[in-house]
């Protein structure tokens, strides 16, 4: 910068250039304290070194990530690899730039392997409880009883079924056979599901809540990784925060098996919602292998959220639809390179699954359907009725099953044995649900019953009831159909098996449009079950888009969109009146998991006419995370220790200390790097020594400026909160510096959890 003004030009700079040769601390050049630091801190972290941002270590349990450092930490990555010259380094580039497609279709491949061994597993263990196949033991009905069979296309059905030996003739030994067969099953699911059990931190420190007292510690809570359909959990993980071994290996397995023994009970739930978890799992294991994800938690998101297509895809045989799910449903953060990555990674699971064939039938469509005539004008009432109905059930669903859980599950011998509460709703189920011979089957059987056209197929059952006389025990039981399927769906969801509400929910809406379907002679009642299937699983999940186009891959039937898109959006709007959160938001709230959605919080601060002020911590936790450093930029290592111990007592493990110099803002350290500092790295300093935080280190100096970030973001406290929220939710910011107006000092500092936690107390 030169020194007279008078020869400055617009290109000269305002502020004198940077340099970036900060010399080694003492920390540094010793071998041990540079080993430690090697082997916890990444390459690309390290590269990261003398930047105003600071180096991170890998993100801690049950934390927030840093969506702008990681940002900045793939550019440094991407700009080290891309800049060298020579061919071996085109080439290394050329990969680096293709690893995103390499691990998008690689997740396709495994996750439909998966999705073939659990689809071909649930279907002959569920029969099981019916009879068994006596030329081979592992062989489903439909594979005994056919010439369908995985991996081969099937010929024409079998007239007869010799090979098939039913448990007992008899209808009451049968009906044992049936309840025992179940309650085995579901103990199995539940046990194996307690395999996952884990101890998770606390969302929010207690002494956040209180403006004076003494120190409060946090109570953790317990959680069943395996357990439910995983999509809230997985919700919360695409949002920034880091839940701990859910998506490992041991989950993966447990969660296929577990799936697999809860279908066959005959529950209310399916294994579609558990798919989303196992493929996103399994990108998860995939993202490993390559250290551009594994190091960087915003990469990672991102092939997390391309491998959650592949699960919808091969739960329905709906790739696209399997896309439109992530990106409607699931996704916080999906830019264009996502969605396109998304794309071939639903597409390879797709192919991949119609190659392994485990229907038997050779084609992706599960519930195919030909009805052969087409609707009128005058059914949009018809479909609109069915949209009405689809948005009360999602609506009661929603709330009923919210108070289930806060009420029946905390009764303590249900929360202190789960397998009980498992045991017990198996056994309802059971017996509710065999007497009617169409809830007697699973519940992907049921559907495909419900939607058959018996203009082209007189055989099922239904349809010999509906072209016969005499039919009013068959109304009677779709009534007894649709209600089991409410009450049944209210108490099954959230136990702790690997459950998902999609199936019931298909299941509940197609027995009352198949019940509407029979006032109405004109077109076939399947297309009412199918229309009906769409507008209950609308209300209880709220997808509208991506709901369009998994009916009409789950059916074939194109002509049926309109029909479909009438229903799902009424349905819709009616659920939303009656309760403004889907199923999953509400599991959320139930797990009280850490999840930032922009629009529902939005929509609650705009009531609220609150500032950022309220978001300030009280003075006691205030003065406890603040440190006011020295002009020298050192500090007592008592001191950070105190203040470590402090941080720890609160348990959140997403905090950190504010450095400020007479009130202003100087820099941010968090929690988890001044830990790895203090007891990892300086093991070998006295408690006496002077630590720098600030400035350029010296040679034989305690350093841990470099973990500092010096850039972090604030917020006047006199701001509209509204502010506060979109800051957090579209940067992705793990906190942020509220100041005073006017004099820019520091007064508080907002952690993402405590913004989360404010929300919460304003929703319910």
């Known amino acids: 910068m030169p020194t007279d003004l008078e020869g400055a030009t617009e290109r000269t700079y305002l502020l004198p250039n940077s340099t970036n040769n900060r010399r080694l601390s003492a920390v540094q050049q010793d071998g041990d304290s540079h080993s430690i630091l090697s082997s916890h801190v990444s390459k690309g972290e390290q590269a990261l070194f003398a930047q105003p941002i600071g180096e991170r270590l890998p993100y801690n349990d049950y934390t927030t990530i840093d969506w702008l450092h990681d940002l900045v930490k793939d ?39 998966v999705a073939f061994a ?66 085995l099953f579901g103990i199995i699911s539940g046990s194996v599901t307690m395999l996952t059990k884990s101890s998770l931190p606390a969302t929010a420190s207690k002494q956040d809540d209180v403006k004076s007292g003494g120190e409060q510690g946090v109570a953790g809570k317990t959680m069943y990784l395996a357990a439910g359909s995983g999509i809230p959990e997985i919700k919360t993980i695409l949002s920034g925060f880091v839940i701990p071994n859910f998506l490992d290996f041991k989950v993966l397995a447990v969660k296929a098996i577990g799936a697999t023994f809860a279908v066959a009970t005959g529950m209310c739930l399916g294994k579609e919602g558990p798919f989303v978890h196992i493929s996103t799992c399994v990108a998860y294991l995939v993202g490993m292998w390559f250290p551009k994800y594994r190091d960087n938690g915003r990469k990672m998101r991102e092939l997390l959220s391309a491998g959650c297509s592949a699960g919808l895809s091969v739960a329905f045989g709906a790739p696209l639809g399997g896309v439109l799910f992530s990106y409607e449903e699931i996704s916080t953060y999906f830019p264009r390179k996502v969605l396109w990555r998304a794309f071939l990674c639903s597409l390879t699971a797709a192919v991949v699954l119609r190659a392994l064939n485990p229907t038997g039938t050779g084609k992706l469509v599960l519930f195919e359907t030909h009805y052969g005539t087409s609707y009128k004008p005058v059914h949009y009432l018809i479909f609109v009725v069915l949209g009405l109905a689809g948005g009360l059930f999602g609506g009661v669903f929603c709330k009923a099953n919210f108070l289930w859980s806060k009420s029946f599950r905390q009764i303590p011998v249900i929360k202190k044995y789960p397998v009980f509460e498992v045991f017990l709703v198996v056994l309802v189920t059971a017996l509710l649900q065999y007497p009617n011979p169409i809830t007697r089957e699973p519940g992907d059987i049921i559907i495909k019953n419900l939607l058959v056209d018996c203009r082209s197929s007189k055989r099922s059952w239904i349809c010999e009831r509906e072209t016969g006389e005499g039919n009013s025990a068959y109304f009677g039981w779709l009534v007894y159909g649709t209600a089991v399927k409410l009450v049944l769906t209210i108490i099954t969801f959230g136990c702790k098996v690997p459950s998902g509400v999609i199936i019931p929910a298909l299941d509940a809406g197609a027995f009352f449009g198949r019940l509407i379907g029979q006032w109405i002679t004109t077109i076939s009642p399947g297309i009412f079950a199918m229309v009906g299937a769409a507008a209950f699983l609308a209300g209880v999940s709220r997808m509208t888009i991506s709901l369009v186009v998994v009916m009409f891959e789950l059916t074939g039937e194109l002509e049926y969109i309109v029909p479909n898109m009438i229903a799902i959006l009424v349905a819709k709007w009616v659920a939303d009146a009656l309760e403004r959160e889907g199923v999953y938001d509400l599991a959320q709230t139930v797990l009280g998991h850490p999840f930032l959605d922009l629009d529902n919080s939005l929509s609650i601060v705009q009531k609220e006419n609150a500032l950022v002020e309220v978001l300030i911590p009280p003075r006691q936790t205030m003065e406890e995370i603040t440190v006011d450093v020295p002009k020298d930029g050192t500090i007592s290592r008592y001191v950070l220790d105190t203040k470590l111990d402090q941080l720890k007592r609160r348990g959140l493990m997403d905090a950190g200390l504010v450095l400020v110099q007479n009130g202003m803002l100087q820099g941010y350290l968090a929690e988890s790097e001044l830990d790895f500092g203090l007891n990892n790295m300086g093991h070998s300093w006295e408690v006496t020594s002077r630590i720098r935080l600030l400035g350029n280190a010296d040679e034989e100096e305690y350093d841990l400026s470099v973990f500092v970030d010096r850039t972090p973001l604030t917020i006047c406290a006199s701001a509209p909160v509204e502010y506060a929220v979109e800051m957090f939710g579209k940067l992705g910011l793990r906190y942020l510096i509220v100041v005073e107006e006017g004099s820019s000092k520091v007064v508080g500092v907002i952690i993402k959890k405590r913004l989360v936690v404010w929300l919460e107390k304003r929703k319910h």
């Open 118 to 183: 659990v689809d071909v597993a649930a279907a002959t263990v569920s029969d099981w409880k019916i009879g068994h196949c006596s030329s081979n033991i592992f062989s489903s009905r439909e594979i005994c009883c056919t010439n369908h069979s995985p991996l081969n296309i099937a010929e024409e059905l079998g007239e007869d079924c010799k090979e098939w030996h039913m448990w007992s003739v008899d209808y009451t030994g049968a009906f044992a056979i049936y309840v025992g067969f179940a309650l």
């Open 75 to 113: 550019s440094f990555r991407f700009r080290a690899i891309h800049s060298r010259p020579g061919i071996r380094n085109a080439i290394y580039s050329a990969f680096d730039s293709c690893q995103g497609w390499i691990a998008a279709a690689i997740i396709g491949v495994l996750t439909a392997c």
